[in-house]
């Protein structure tokens, strides 16, 4: 295999690595705000600060979800 093949399947490895390891990231983060919220909601506290976090919590969950998707959309490429 010629040298310019080698280093161009390396640097898209790097690239599929990159893009895993964010997406793992982005679901572990979804899994951590799950845990949150459930305990926010176990709770049973309907405080106005409880209420903005668990509002925020879902948020960042859609955000991280949509991340996800466009990650995971460059990888079939």
Avoid: C, W
């Avoid at 668990?54 to 949509?66: H, P, Y």
Wanted: hydrophobic residues 35%; aromatic residues 4%.
């Amino acid at each position: 295999m010629p040298e310019k093949n080698k280093d161009e399947l390396i640097d898209a490895q790097k690239q599929v690595i990159g893009i895993l390891f964010e997406v793992i990231k982005r679901l572990q983060a979804n899994n951590d705000l799950d845990e949150e919220y459930f305990h926010i909601v176990r709770t049973n506290s309907k405080t106005i600060e409880n209420e903005k976090r668990l509002k925020e919590i879902l948020e960042q969950r859609t955000e991280n979800a949509k991340i996800v998707g466009r990650l995971l959309s460059q990888l079939e490429v």
